[in-house]
Every structure is written in C-alpha cells, then in structure tokens.
C-alpha cells in the first residue's frame, strides 16, 4: 500500500486546486461611451437615442423603465472566505426638470438584481425594483444605488436631494445629501441631482474587506472632466455576499417617475470584475451623447419678424391687433398676486396652465362639486402630468396669507394614501389648488395626518368623495380645501361648524372644536357606506317628502342587535366576500360612531385593527343609534356642503398618484 501513498496525495492536491479554481469568480469589464450598439436590455419607457443617450424616462409618459447589461455576471462567493468578488462601476447621469423646476420623478437606481422581472414592482418611491408586499424582502437578493429627488417621511428619507444605499428595499440602509468632498479643502460642496447637469458616480465594492463606497463629483462640461474626489460621499462595510449568494445576477438601471414626469438620462457607463480590487475602466468624455436641451425661443420673436416685413398700414394694423388680443388675453387669464406671496413663489401655478389643464374649466371635466367649490380633472400642458384642481371663491383678502400658507404646508405631505398637493394659483374672487390623486389606505393616511406629520391636520371632510383610487387601486384620501392643522399636544381652536351632512360628529356643532376624534367618526361613517353596505348616510324619502329618512347607522346597529349585521352587506356583492371580514369592518364602523368622543379608537387602532394586529372588541350596544347621534338641521351645520357624489371615483386618470 506504501508505494500507492504519492499518488494518493497528488490526486487530492489536484482536487483542492481545482476546487479553489472552481471557486473563484470570474472576471468582466465593459465600457459605453454613449450606447450606440451596446444591445442593453430594455424595457417599460427606456430607449437609446440616434447618438448614443440612454433615455429611462421622458415627460410624455408616466411609467417605470429598466436597462440591464445583456448577460448575467457571477459574483460567486470564494469558499476560502466567503467573500464575493470586487467590483467597481462609474456612470455619467443627468435629471433634467419640467417648467416646474425642482419638483419631478424619484431619480434613477443603479440596481444589482438576479431577475429583470419587474412587471409588479412598483413606481413613485419604489424605483420599479420593490412594491408594498416585498418590501425589505430578504428574498429580494437586490443592492441598489439610489439618486433620489422627492422627500418621502414614510421612507424614512432624509431630504428630498440625497444619494442612497439600498439593500432589498427602498428604506436605505444609510444615504447621505448629495454633493462631494473637495480635495484642496476637504469641505462638502452640494449638488443639486434634479439641476439638469451632468454628474457621475462611482461605485466601489471590496470584495475581501467588505467595504462599499459611494462617490459623487460634477461633470463640468461633456468633454471636461472632473477627478474622480478621494473621499467618497459614502463608505460602509456591509457583507454583499449575504444578499447575492451565489446567484447569477444583472447589473443596470432602474427609474420611474412620479409625481410629475421628468426626463432622466444616462450618458456612459463602464464596469470591472475582480477577484482582488477592481477599478472602473474611465469614460472617454468626448465621445459622450449631450443632453438635449429645450428650445424656448418664443412665438411673440417670429411675429414680431413678420410685422417688420409688412408695409406700414400692415404693421400699424397688426400692433393694434396684437395690442387688443394682448389685453384681451391678460383679462382673460389675469391674477391677483401680492409682495407677500415671494416666498410661496415654487408653490404657485399660472392661472392659464390650469385653465388649458381642464379644458377652461369646462363641465365635462367636472368630477364633484360643494359649498366651497369645484373639483376638475386636468392634465398640466407641460409635464403632462394628470392632476385634480379645486376652484372656489374667495372674495374676502382677511386671512388670505394665512390660508396660502397653509395650502403651502399641507403641500409638504407625503404619503402613499395622501393625495398629494402641487401648489396654488390666486384670480381675483377665486382661488385654486393642484393636486395628484381599501379603508385600511385611508385609514393610513389619516394616521400620517393625525399622528406622524410635523403636526397635526384635521381633514374635516372625510367622505366617499373625497378618496380617489390611483391607477393601481390604492385609496388616496383627497381634498385638504377644510383641513386645519395645529401641533402636537395643543388644543384645537373653536371654528364654525363645516363638513358634510350625515359625516359630521355630534360634539362638533356643541364645541366648534374640530378633533381627531371628529376625523374617526366620520371615517366611520364612510367605511359603512363605501365598504360595506354601498348606501348613503342619509337618503330621503323615494316619493316626496313624506315619511322617514333612511339613516344608515341606524339600520345597521338595528340589525346587528338582532344578530343580522352581515344583512346590511352591499347586495351588489352577491355573497362573494369575506364574512368574517365584513363583519369587523361594520363592527369597527359602529365603535367609530360612538355618540362620546372619548369612546372611539384612535386612528392607530382602527389601523391596528385594520391589519388584524390587535382583536376588535365588541361594539357596546349603549347609544348606539343615528338617531341619537343626529342633531337638528338649526344648530350650525354647514348643510350647503353636500356629498357630489357620494361614490368613490376612480382617478387613474387624474393623477399619477405619490
């Protein structure tokens, strides 16, 4: 056996060196200058240009996009340490904004990911790699590079201009505001993605030490570029080989737009694969695409060309002519504007854009009336972006700067369930506001407003009305026009009563406080209307006015006290629901409707419940009743704030929605 014992040995060895061979990622490097020819994978909005610019949005459509190199690469862990390999990867970018400068889509991911499947993932906040159900899904196996122009508090955002690191989730695991470390001082310089202006990122992944680091520098002009700053922006240790595994995975980007459409491009990209380090091949800027630019030269300098041409009579006749449509156009589309408004300035539209947006306010764009006004569908001539205004009069100027700063406040909400509000537009004798447009949706975005603002907003008017359904069915909760807003553990002011009949709580037209409370008790009476049983608070008599009114708490609480309570179910469901369901929701409604405002749940318990996070109590069968709750027409309701209508529309094509 002795002499057999060499070989033996030599066969293992070769086996361990084979093994270590077989374990070692292999290596990859690519370069695009401009994309030309470069076969990326492509999908949603996402195009190549004639000379080379990869476009992932536009500002004529609303969708997410992805560009994907070709081939998966192999980031296969080394079984001598259980790294995986290094990379190192550089873009060049450019975010250019609508009219509306500052305000666009979320930015652009550079995404590493084992699938290019994104048809469920989700736009707005959510880059087209993730949606509500996988969020921070370890199964996700996805590490992105976020550069994000919107503000998101319900992502834990920490501004609304900042470079993140994402790991199976748009909640970055750290993210810093974007800008760089400049060599000769050291001191932070910041950059503004949504500028317009080329900027390029390098990212750098030590495979052995585990080490990530984010670099963001200007590109000063397409041809002139910048040294790439020895300090990165960001630099953490985080054990990549723990979220990739062995899985084949593919390198790119992702982007979508959301709340308005804004045009997002990439110039060139390069990658390296190493076993060691690895060092992005550099861009050769002089070979870059530009990026295009708007054409703003006006109408008024061809006109005024041609007027030039013509004889004398022409010309004396065309400047009349001209001055008459000018003064015409000016009263047409005038506005009332003060000194005091400058600072409110990014928050205003011009009259005439809203008045083209709805087609001059025309009828067949009306989507719901009360006593304050008039809700229209619109859609903004420039960024195209779908939008809800609200028209109402207002000829008093008391108080007028405090309500534009409110409007202006409320704009800064953010939440997926919270229609969210653009900005404003003041006409003499009217006012106007822009916005984009389950009961567990609503009643997470009055719990936002209730409880996880910077302070608190009383809706007021919570109706089927006023909650929207985006395009992809999620409930928005809209219209802000009663709102008020006061701080945390302050009390409410005394206010005269408004609302909508058969929606407002009784200690309201007592106190004049409008609370929380109020809130929770008219989300009750919308979740018995919309959810459950598809009839309106209060309906009069079909004949006349003879009769009863129909009071739609009170039959419910009737027939639940004779054990009956699934007979109140819309009959349009024909049975098809879930009765253990339906049955708490009417029951959670009956606990928001209780007479004492002390009595009801807070808004994070209805959620709580909602979610079935907590048990839902039985209702108490004291005082429930419509008819106990119900005050008197005489004693200050607003009854010229009606319901129009009292179903829930749909607004996928109203907005695009957060």
Same mark, same amino acid.
């Given at each position: 056996?002795?002499?057999?014992?060499?070989?033996?040995?030599?066969?293992?060895?070769?086996?361990?060196?084979?093994?270590?061979?077989?374990?070692?990622?292999?290596?990859?490097?690519?370069?695009?200058?401009?994309?030309?020819?470069?076969?990326? $994978?492509?999908?949603?909005?996402? $195009?190549?240009?004639?000379?080379?610019?990869? @476009? !992932?949005?536009?500002?004529?459509?609303?969708?997410?996009?992805?560009?994907?190199?070709?081939?998966?690469?192999?980031?296969?862990?080394?079984?001598?340490?259980?790294?995986?390999?290094?990379?190192?990867?550089?873009? @060049?970018?450019? @975010?250019?904004?609508?009219?509306?400068?500052?305000?666009?889509?979320?930015?652009?991911?550079?995404?590493?990911?084992?699938?290019?499947?994104?048809?469920?993932?989700?736009?707005?906040?959510?880059?087209?790699?993730?949606?509500?159900?996988?969020?921070?899904?370890?199964?996700?196996?996805?590490?992105?590079?976020?550069?994000?122009?919107?503000?998101?508090?319900?992502?834990?955002?920490?501004?609304?201009?900042?470079?993140?690191?994402?790991?199976?989730?748009? &909640?970055?695991? #750290?993210?810093?505001?974007?800008?760089?470390?400049?060599?000769?001082?050291?001191?932070?310089?910041?950059?503004?993605?949504?500028?317009?202006?080329?900027?390029?990122?390098?990212?750098?992944?030590?495979?052995?030490?585990?080490?990530?680091?984010?670099?963001?520098?200007? &590109?000063?002009?397409?041809?002139?570029?910048?040294?790439?700053? $020895?300090?990165?922006?960001?630099?953490?240790?985080?054990?990549?080989?723990?979220?990739?595994?062995?899985?084949?995975?593919? %390198?790119?980007?992702?982007?979508?737009?959301?709340?308005?459409?804004?045009?997002?491009?990439?110039?060139?990209?390069?990658?390296?694969?190493?076993?060691?380090?690895?060092?992005?091949?550099?861009?050769?800027?002089?070979?870059?695409?530009? @990026?295009?630019?708007?054409?703003?030269?006006?109408?008024?300098?061809?006109?005024?060309?041609?007027?030039?041409?013509?004889?004398?009579?022409?010309?004396?006749?065309?400047?009349?002519?001209?001055?008459?449509?000018?003064?015409?156009?000016?009263?047409?589309?005038?506005? !009332?504007?003060?000194?005091?408004? &400058?600072?409110?300035?990014?928050?205003?539209?011009?009259?005439?854009?809203?008045?083209?947006?709805?087609? *001059?306010?025309?009828?067949?764009?009306?989507?719901?009336?009360?006593?304050?006004?008039?809700?229209?569908?619109?859609?903004?001539?420039?960024?195209?972006?779908? %939008?809800?205004?609200?028209?109402?009069?207002?000829?008093?100027?008391?108080?007028?700067?405090?309500?534009?700063?409110?409007?202006?406040?409320?704009?800064?909400?953010?939440?997926?369930?919270?229609?969210? =509000?653009?900005?404003?537009?003041?006409?003499?004798?009217?006012?106007?506001?822009?916005?984009?447009?389950?009961?567990?949706?609503?009643?997470?975005?009055?719990?936002?407003?209730?409880?996880?603002?910077?302070?608190?907003? %009383?809706?007021?008017?919570?109706?089927?009305?006023?909650?929207?359904?985006?395009?992809?069915?999620?409930?928005?909760?809209?219209?802000? *026009?009663?709102? #008020?807003?006061?701080?945390?553990?302050?009390?409410?002011?005394?206010?005269?009563?408004?609302?909508?009949?058969?929606?407002?709580?009784?200690?309201?037209?007592?106190?004049?406080?409008?609370?929380?409370?109020?809130?929770?008790?008219?989300?009750?009476?919308?979740?018995?209307?919309? &959810?459950?049983?598809?009839?309106?608070?209060?309906?009069?008599? $079909?004949?006349?006015?003879?009769?009863?009114?129909?009071?739609?708490?009170?039959?419910?609480?009737?027939?639940?006290?004779?054990?009956?309570?699934?007979?109140?179910?819309?009959?349009?469901?024909?049975?098809?629901?879930?009765?253990?369901?339906?049955?708490?929701?009417?029951?959670?409604?009956?606990?928001? =409707?209780?007479?004492?405002?002390?009595?009801?749940?807070?808004?994070?318990?209805?959620?709580?419940?909602?979610?079935?996070?907590?048990?839902?109590?039985?209702?108490?069968?004291?005082?429930?009743?419509?008819?106990? =709750?119900?005050?008197?027409?005489?004693?200050?309701?607003?009854?010229?704030?009606?319901?129009?209508?009292?179903?829930?529309?749909?607004?996928?094509? =109203?907005?695009?929605?957060?």
């Amino acid at each position: 056996m002795l002499p057999k014992l060499p070989s033996f040995r030599f066969s293992l060895l070769l086996l361990l060196i084979l093994k270590l061979v077989a374990s070692s990622p292999p290596e990859k490097e690519f370069t695009f200058n401009g994309f030309s020819g470069a076969n990326l $994978t492509l999908d949603g909005i996402a $195009t190549v240009s004639s000379d080379g610019l990869l @476009i !992932l949005t536009n500002t004529a459509e609303n969708k997410k996009s992805h560009a994907f190199y070709p081939s998966p690469l192999s980031f296969r862990r080394n079984l001598s340490d259980g790294s995986i390999a290094s990379f190192s990867t550089t873009f @060049i970018f450019a @975010i250019v904004p609508t009219e509306n400068a500052g305000i666009g889509g979320h930015g652009i991911a550079f995404a590493i990911t084992p699938s290019t499947d994104f048809s469920n993932a989700l736009s707005a906040q959510y880059f087209g790699l993730f949606n509500m159900s996988n969020n921070s899904d370890a199964a996700n196996h996805i590490v992105a590079v976020e550069l994000d122009t919107i503000l998101n508090l319900e992502l834990q955002d920490i501004n609304d201009n900042h470079v993140g690191i994402d790991v199976n989730g748009p &909640v970055s695991y #750290r993210a810093h505001s974007a800008g760089y470390y400049a060599d000769d001082t050291g001191e932070f310089r910041n950059l503004t993605l949504i500028s317009g202006n080329a900027m390029q990122v390098w990212v750098d992944y030590d495979g052995p030490d585990a080490k990530l680091n984010v670099t963001l520098s200007p &590109v000063n002009a397409i041809g002139t570029p910048m040294t790439k700053p $020895t300090k990165p922006l960001m630099s953490i240790t985080v054990n990549l080989s723990a979220v990739l595994l062995d899985l084949p995975v593919h %390198v790119g980007f992702s982007a979508a737009t959301y709340p308005l459409m804004t045009s997002q491009y990439v110039l060139g990209w390069s990658f390296a694969m190493s076993v060691d380090q690895a060092h992005a091949p550099p861009l050769n800027y002089s070979k870059l695409p530009a @990026i295009p630019r708007t054409n703003l030269k006006g109408h008024k300098s061809r006109a005024l060309g041609l007027g030039l041409a013509v004889a004398s009579l022409v010309f004396v006749l065309l400047v009349t002519f001209v001055a008459f449509a000018a003064a015409r156009w000016r009263s047409k589309y005038a506005e !009332l504007r003060e000194d005091w408004e &400058v600072e409110f300035g990014p928050h205003r539209f011009s009259y005439r854009d809203l008045f083209r947006a709805t087609n *001059g306010f025309r009828e067949r764009e009306l989507l719901g009336a009360g006593g304050f006004g008039k809700v229209y569908r619109g859609t903004l001539p420039t960024s195209r972006a779908e %939008v809800a205004v609200k028209r109402v009069s207002h000829e008093s100027r008391q108080g007028m700067r405090e309500f534009v700063a409110e409007i202006v406040s409320m704009g800064r909400l953010r939440h997926r369930n919270i229609v969210q =509000l653009l900005g404003y537009c003041r006409r003499k004798g009217s006012f106007s506001w822009s916005t984009t447009s389950s009961p567990t949706g609503v009643a997470a975005g009055l719990l936002y407003l209730h409880e996880e603002w910077e302070q608190v907003v %009383v809706h007021r008017d919570i109706k089927a009305s006023n909650v929207l359904l985006d395009g992809e069915m999620n409930a928005r909760l809209g219209d802000f *026009g009663l709102a #008020r807003l006061y701080d945390h553990g302050t009390d409410p002011q005394t206010t005269h009563v408004v609302g909508t009949t058969g929606y407002i709580a009784p200690e309201l037209a007592r106190t004049g406080k409008a609370t929380t409370a109020t809130d929770v008790f008219a989300f009750g009476v919308f979740i018995l209307e919309v &959810v459950a049983c598809g009839r309106r608070p209060v309906e009069q008599p $079909t004949v006349g006015w003879q009769g009863e009114q129909f009071l739609l708490v009170d039959w419910v609480t009737e027939n639940w006290r004779k054990g009956l309570i699934l007979d109140t179910v819309d009959a349009g469901l024909e049975g098809e629901y879930a009765r253990e369901e339906a049955e708490m929701v009417l029951k959670l409604g009956l606990m928001c =409707l209780h007479p004492h405002a002390a009595a009801r749940p807070s808004i994070r318990l209805v959620v709580q419940y909602l979610e079935g996070r907590a048990p839902l109590l039985e209702p108490s069968p004291a005082y429930l009743g419509f008819t106990k =709750l119900s005050l008197p027409h005489n004693v200050g309701f607003d009854d010229y704030v009606a319901s129009y209508p009292s179903s829930v529309p749909s607004a996928s094509t =109203l907005s695009g929605g957060r």
